[in-house]
């Protein structure tokens, strides 16, 4: 069921490919890719501790969510992965402002 008759959004991540540290090429199953640096957004409680790179490379596909996630719970919506130059700026931003918080 779709109430009201939103957009149903059907991303889904179906491989991925490490290039850097903190940067993925992300395939989808409409085969369209995005590569994405993660660094920017590494701060906070949740994907602050991915600027591990050993954590960061535990990164896996959620066989439910179909999405990249982590095994400290850290993961992005597969809409946003897909989308992320329309993302990318907001996102670093409130990044930028927990790192802020957490230096206080």
Do not use: K
Not at 44 to 67: C, K, M, N, S, Y
């Amino acid at each position: 069921m779709n109430p009201g008759n939103l957009p149903v959004c059907f991303e889904r991540v179906s491989a991925f490919e490490r290039l850097q540290d903190y940067t993925l090429l992300i395939r989808f199953d409409d085969d369209t890719e995005q590569t994405i640096d993660f660094e920017p957004v590494l701060h906070g409680e949740l994907w602050g501790p991915l600027r591990d790179p050993a954590l960061f490379r535990q990164v896996t596909i959620d066989p439910i969510a179909h999405t990249l996630s982590w095994p400290n719970g850290a993961d992005f919506d597969p809409e946003t992965l897909r989308n992320w130059p329309d993302y990318r700026e907001e996102l670093a931003n409130r990044a930028q402002g927990w790192a802020e918080i957490a230096t206080r």
